[in-house]
């Protein structure tokens, strides 16, 4: 019988995707099509920006050990790099105003890809996920935040900022405000009544406190609603309403084929097609748009990364 090594690596090129979060790194091996290999997470307490690029940089050693010598690496994190300053932006990781690229380049001695969390799930989704095949798909993640991005023949439109699909910040339309007498809130951002502030999990608690719904979590909203309890229903579904109307103005500016739902509110059971049957009569005409769940899941943080090596 022919015996296999544990660690043996199969051959051909291999990648390595990294999912860099605020309180913890997911490092992953991944060969030639993006078929995990080796996976770690590790919890991360790094209170300064030297010890995020110890973390760093301990994780990718990590992966050319795996590889048996220095690997491509591809880096998701929450925020992004200025254009303008090539220096980091973001409110989870001590790294805002550094020059983290150059950073990393000069302790790895490689260049590493870098792109924002978000992006790197659209892209996984869009490259052997739900998205697979469609032409333009919008990859949108609902957690704690709301973000997303967009793909074009499985790559990633970047824009001018890298901005395309960061939908959760663009405001609440003033009708559903009026109409349902709905708070506006201040946001991450520094703005008020973005859409995040009511689409995130966190804003899906919101909107059940409004019916008289404090202190339930998504999961418990979304299974009264599914039960018939009138207040909850009431609550889910200006949620859906909300999430329909933000998906309409995404129609209207990028027309994507599919919908790509991730983060810990694509758990609600059939959310999916609860939101293709809320969008259909916003629909303006013409081919439907599909509404899927994430293939991969939490697992597309380092599979997107790792993506953004594919030539
Ligand atoms: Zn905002």
Redesign the pocket.
């Given at each position: 019988m022919e015996h296999t090594e544990p660690h043996s690596m199969p051959p051909g090129r291999l990648f390595g995707g990294m999912d860099v979060g605020g309180s913890k790194i997911e490092t992953c091996l991944f060969d030639g099509r993006f078929r995990a290999l080796e996976r770690r997470r590790v919890q991360t307490t790094c209170a300064n920006y030297e010890e995020l690029l110890d973390c760093i940089v301990g994780e990718a050693h990590w992966l050319d050990a795996c590889a048996g010598g220095a690997v491509d690496l591809g880096i998701g994190l929450p925020g992004l790099v200025d254009h303008a300053t090539g220096r980091a932006v973001t409110s989870n990781l001590p790294a805002t105003g550094r020059p983290l690229r150059e950073d990393l380049l000069a302790r790895l001695g490689r260049s590493v890809a870098m792109a924002n969390d978000c992006k790197c799930f659209a892209l996984s989704e869009a490259n052997g996920g739900a998205g697979e095949g469609c032409e333009t798909t919008l990859g949108l993640i609902l957690g704690t935040g709301v973000g997303g991005g967009v793909t074009h023949h499985g790559r990633l439109v970047l824009g001018h900022n890298d901005l395309p699909g960061e939908l959760?910040?663009l405001g609440i339309p003033g009708r559903l405000v009026a109409q349902w007498g709905l708070p506006m809130l201040p946001?991450?951002?520094?703005?008020i009544g973005?859409?995040?502030?009511l689409l995130s999990g966190p804003g899906l608690v919101r909107l059940a406190s409004g019916h008289g719904g404090a202190d339930r979590s998504p999961a418990e909203i979304a299974q009264l609603a599914g039960i018939g309890d009138p207040a909850m229903a009431a609550a889910m579904r200006e949620w859906l309403t909300l999430l329909a109307e933000l998906i309409h103005t995404a129609q209207c500016t990028i027309d994507m084929e599919c919908v790509v739902l991730g983060g810990g509110l694509s758990r609600i059971p059939d959310v999916a097609q609860m939101l293709a049957d809320t969008y259909g009569g916003r629909r303006i005409a013409g081919r439907e748009t599909r509404f899927a769940v994430a293939r991969f899941g939490d697992a597309s943080g380092t599979r997107g990364a790792a993506l953004l090596l594919k030539s």
């Open positions: 959760g910040h946001c991450g951002c520094g703005r973005c859409y995040e502030t």
